[in-house]
């Protein structure tokens, strides 16, 4: 079965610092992989997409990374700043099947304090 | 702002009530979804449109739900006899088309069945 697993489930960090997400998949063939972000009462903003042939994208100052032998994703958040406090979700296309079809992990919800 | 907007953005109603939530898509995009969201979990996908054709539902779409497009542009989602385990944030997303192009979602509406 396709899965996407996230870890950590939550994570709070102080303003400023740095955080690492994850994300394992199953989803095998996929065709991208992107994070996207969800503000509490809002729906998903995409933040990287990257295919399965690249290692890295970065927008600002999140930085995804993939690894695809051993099937797994990171989200770094470097400098983070309150406005960073959300959900991030880790979703994987698949490569057979209907277009458009996504597999969401149930995201990782980070609070950033002053 | 992604361009899809959803209406209403909350809705508080009776069990046994039917409700109806409406889509905008971005204008050119003839791809649309609908997805559930329930707290702590990512999307679940309930049904998907290419232009006015619904050509996939899921298993989770009841025989009390139903969606339609009827001219290729905006859609509607209607429950029937709402229960409580109905209640969820419906988000709709769309896209242009393409392995790799993205999904904008929108706002979602937040229902709450009492």
């Known amino acids: 079965k396709n899965q996407v697993e996230q870890s950590p489930q939550s994570l709070i960090i102080l303003e400023g610092k740095n955080c690492t997400l994850q994300?394992?998949?199953?989803?095998?063939?996929?065709?991208?992989l992107r994070w996207y972000k969800q503000d509490t009462g809002r729906g998903p903003v995409s933040l990287t997409i990257?295919?399965?042939?690249?290692n890295t994208k970065s927008n600002g100052r999140y930085t995804a990374t993939l690894d695809a032998d051993t099937k797994q994703s990171s989200l770094h958040i470097t400098a983070s700043q309150l406005s960073d406090s959300a959900s991030y979700i880790c979703v994987v296309s698949p490569a057979l099947g209907r277009q458009g079809n996504l597999i969401f992990g149930k995201g990782t919800k980070l609070s950033v304090k002053p | 702002d992604t361009g899809v907007s959803q209406d209403p953005r909350h809705k508080i109603t009776k069990r046994g009530q039917n409700v109806t939530f409406r889509c905008d898509p971005i204008s050119e995009h003839n791809r649309l979804y609908w997805y559930r969201q329930t707290l702590g979990q990512g999307p679940e996908f309930l049904t998907y449109?290419?232009?006015?054709?619904?050509?996939?539902k899921s298993r989770l779409l009841s025989d009390r739900f139903s969606a339609e497009r009827p001219k290729g542009s905006f859609s509607t989602l209607e429950i029937q006899r709402t229960e409580q385990g109905d209640s969820a944030m419906y988000l709709c997303a769309t896209h242009s088309g393409g392995a790799g192009n993205e999904q904008f979602f929108g706002p979602g509406t937040r229902l709450t069945v009492l």
């Open positions: 994300c394992n998949y199953t989803v095998s063939p996929f065709s991208n």
């Open positions: 990257m295919t399965f042939s690249e």
């Open positions: 449109f290419q232009n006015e054709a619904q050509l996939e």
